[in-house]
C-alpha cells in the first residue's frame, strides 16, 4: 500500500527564516511525486511534479527536492504571503489516482 | 490555465436528502476524481473517472455514486445525504498525457444537518 507522511504538521517561522518540509514516501514504484499549496477553504494549487532521484524544481521562494524515499520543500526566506497547508502526493507506476499525506500547515509571521 | 468548477461553494442540506455535486473542467482532461477532506484525515478519494461513462471506485466509495456522461463534467451524488457526509468535497483533473498532476477545484463545503 503506498503511503505518504509529511513532516512537521505545523511550522512557525519569522519572515526571512528559511526551513525545509519533510515528505517521506512508499511506493511500489514511483511515477511521480507532487507538491501543492492550498490557502484555507480553498482546492489545492498544482506546484511542483518530481519524477526521478536527484531532480529539482524550483518556484521563486520555493525548491523542491527529491531522493528514493522522500522529498524537501525548500522555503527560502520566506513571506507571510507563503503561509498556507502544503500537502505532497504520490503516484505509483500503473495507477492513475495519487496517494496524499496530511499536509504541513506554514505559518510565516512579519 | 487549467481550470476546474464546481456548481457551489457551500450547501446545506438534510438528513436524507439527495445531494448532487457538479464538476466541470475545460481541459479536455480524460481522467477526474472526486475527493473528501477532512481535518486530521487529509484528502481521501471516493471516485473516479479515467473516460466517459467509466468510473472507479476509490478509497471511501459507501454512500456515494459518481456521473459521467461528457468528459467535461463529473457528478458526485449523495444517494441519502447524513451527518457524517459533512466535508469539503473537492473535485479534480488530470490529462491521461505525461505525469498525471491534478488540478483542484475551489471545493463544496457540504454540511449535512
Known amino acids: 500500500e503506498d503511503q505518504v507522511t509529511q513532516s512537521p504538521e505545523a511550522l512557525r517561522l519569522q519572515e526571512g527564516e528559511s526551513s525545509s518540509l519533510n515528505c517521506s514516501y512508499t511506493?511500489?514504484?514511483?511515477?511521480?511525486l507532487f507538491w501543492y499549496r492550498q490557502d484555507p477553504g480553498k482546492g489545492p494549487e498544482f506546484l511542483f511534479t518530481?519524477?526521478?532521484a536527484g531532480e529539482e524544481k524550483e518556484k521563486e521562494r520555493l525548491k523542491a527536492t527529491l531522493t528514493k524515499k522522500e522529498s524537501f520543500l525548500h522555503i527560502t526566506a520566506p513571506k507571510p504571503e507563503d503561509s498556507a497547508t502544503y500537502l505532497c502526493?504520490?503516484?505509483?507506476?500503473?495507477?492513475?489516482?495519487?496517494?496524499f499525506g496530511s499536509g504541513t500547515r506554514l505559518q510565516v509571521q512579519p | 490555465d487549467v481550470k476546474v468548477t464546481q456548481s457551489s461553494r457551500y450547501l446545506v442540506k438534510r438528513t436524507g436528502e439527495k445531494v448532487f455535486l457538479e464538476c466541470v473542467q475545460d481541459?479536455?482532461?480524460?481522467?477526474m476524481f472526486w475527493y473528501r477532506q477532512d481535518p486530521g484525515l487529509g484528502l481521501r478519494l471516493i471516485y473516479f473517472s479515467y473516460d466517459v461513462k467509466m468510473k472507479e471506485k476509490g478509497d471511501i466509495p459507501e454512500g456515494y455514486s459518481v456521473s459521467r456522461e461528457k468528459k467535461e463534467r463529473f457528478s458526485l451524488i449523495l444517494e441519502s445525504a447524513s451527518t457524517n457526509q459533512t466535508s469539503m468535497y473537492l473535485c479534480?483533473?488530470?490529462?491521461?498525457?505525461?505525469?498525471?498532476?491534478?488540478?483542484f477545484g475551489p471545493g463544496t463545503r457540504l454540511t449535512v444537518t
Open positions: 502526493a504520490v503516484q505509483a507506476t500503473g495507477r492513475r489516482a495519487l496517494t
Open positions: 481541459m479536455d482532461h480524460e481522467n
Open positions: 479534480a483533473s488530470s490529462s491521461r498525457q505525461g505525469a498525471y498532476e491534478q488540478y
Open positions: 518530481l519524477y526521478s
Open positions: 511506493v511500489s514504484g514511483l511515477r511521480g
